[in-house]
């Protein structure tokens, strides 16, 4: 079976490289850009979109093979507002300054599509974890110190808990790694119950 993870993250290789299975990666161009505000639903959409993009260009490619293909999309939300990935280090001051001082989610929807040669179809399994992040209050700053640092320029919310904003999260409730970018805890029994 060839397994592949639909996206370009190196956290998300390196989390699921935890798994101790074979893999490759195809990114996948489909549009991001959907009118959805509930953070789970646009996360859970995205991560089939990837998911599906993906299978299906695979199946085209070459019918006669088994593919397991592994989408994910990561989103903070404050309250109603769901942030993405900052688009300039304003942007990024922005996100942080306001998360900075209070709690938030991080939602991570994943999404596995199973083909399978003998019967020619796709199974789909997706899901979405939640993980509360609580940061202690920062100053202007520290904020513009961290934006300096350039990490925060491809991550959700303006941040990664691994690198040097950790010293600023004063406690998380739920799955550490679904805030890094891949629940493999819980995508692990999703894959045991697939792989049979």
């Given at each position: 079976?060839?397994?592949?993870?639909?996206?370009?993250?190196?956290?998300?290789?390196?989390?699921?490289?935890?798994?101790?299975?074979?893999?490759?990666?195809?990114?996948?161009?489909?549009?991001?850009?959907?009118?959805?505000?509930?953070?789970?639903?646009?996360?859970?959409?995205?991560?089939?979109?990837?998911?599906?993009?993906?299978?299906?260009?695979?199946?085209?490619?070459?019918?006669?093979?088994?593919?397991?293909?592994?989408?994910?999309?990561?989103?903070?939300?404050?309250?109603?507002?769901?942030?993405?990935?900052?688009?300039?280090?304003?942007?990024?001051?922005?996100?942080?300054?306001?998360?900075?001082?209070?709690?938030h989610f991080v939602f991570t929807g994943v999404?596995?599509?199973?083909?399978?040669?003998?019967?020619?179809?796709?199974?789909?399994?997706?899901?979405?974890?939640?993980?509360?992040?609580?940061?202690?209050?920062?100053?202007?700053?520290?904020?513009?110190?961290?934006?300096?640092?350039?990490?925060?320029?491809?991550?959700?919310?303006?941040?990664?808990?691994?690198?040097?904003?950790?010293?600023?999260?004063?406690?998380?409730?739920?799955?550490?790694?679904?805030?890094?970018?891949?629940?493999?805890?819980?995508?692990?029994?999703?894959?045991?119950?697939?792989?049979?």
């Amino acid at each position: 079976m060839k397994i592949v993870l639909a996206s370009q993250s190196p956290r998300r290789k390196e989390l699921l490289g935890r798994l101790g299975i074979d893999f490759e990666i195809i990114t996948s161009d489909v549009d991001e850009n959907i009118d959805e505000t509930d953070a789970e639903t646009l996360v859970e959409e995205l991560s089939f979109r990837k998911a599906m993009d993906i299978t299906e260009r695979l199946v085209s490619e070459n019918p006669e093979q088994d593919y397991l293909v592994i989408g994910a999309d990561t989103v903070v939300a404050v309250e109603e507002e769901v942030m993405g990935k900052p688009a300039t280090r304003d942007e990024a001051f922005a996100m942080i300054q306001n998360i900075q001082g209070s709690s938030h989610f991080v939602f991570t929807g994943v999404t596995v599509m199973l083909f399978r040669k003998e019967t020619q179809r796709i199974m789909r399994s997706s899901f979405v974890e939640g993980t509360q992040v609580t940061v202690f209050p920062m100053s202007e700053e520290e904020i513009w110190e961290y934006v300096d640092t350039g990490d925060c320029m491809d991550k959700a919310g303006a941040y990664g808990i691994q690198g040097e904003f950790g010293k600023y999260v004063e406690m998380i409730y739920g799955d550490y790694n679904n805030v890094v970018g891949l629940p493999i805890g819980r995508l692990n029994q999703v894959l045991k119950g697939l792989i049979k």
